[in-house]
């Protein structure tokens, strides 16, 4: 069992920036790391994802504006926002998995833009 703590949500004006924290309590070489978010009155929709040997993908939205990297040695991945808009306010959740499986998920961190 995985336990994922988000943290590093907050208010930004339009065009800041934000960087999300995910923390295991257990291992995430083997894991597939992602993150999704849902925004008020939204399903949950997937944002970004790296895989086991580094790749990373984006949801079109994103692209070019948010980065996934991973530290296995501190068992973190984290999520760089850039130039948020204010449609990129929402709660984001961290999630893992064997082969991007996304079996765990953590609690949430909110991330509100003002325009």
């Known amino acids: 069992q995985v336990q994922l703590v988000e943290s590093g949500g907050g208010s930004v004006q339009a065009g800041g920036s934000l960087r999300l924290s995910c923390v295991a309590s257990g291992s995430t070489w083997r894991y597939c790391m992602g993150w999704f978010r849902q925004a008020p009155g939204k399903e949950r929709e997937w944002v970004a994802r790296i895989d086991t040997i580094g790749l990373t993908y984006y949801e079109d939205s994103v692209e070019g504006r948010f980065t996934i990297s991973k530290d296995n040695s501190k068992k973190t991945s984290y999520l760089q926002m850039s130039s948020l808009k204010h449609e990129d306010t929402a709660t984001y959740y961290c999630?893992?998995?064997?082969?991007?499986?996304?079996?765990?998920w953590g609690q949430g961190t909110q991330v509100v833009v003002s325009s």
């Open positions: 999630a893992a998995g064997v082969g991007c499986a996304w079996d765990y």
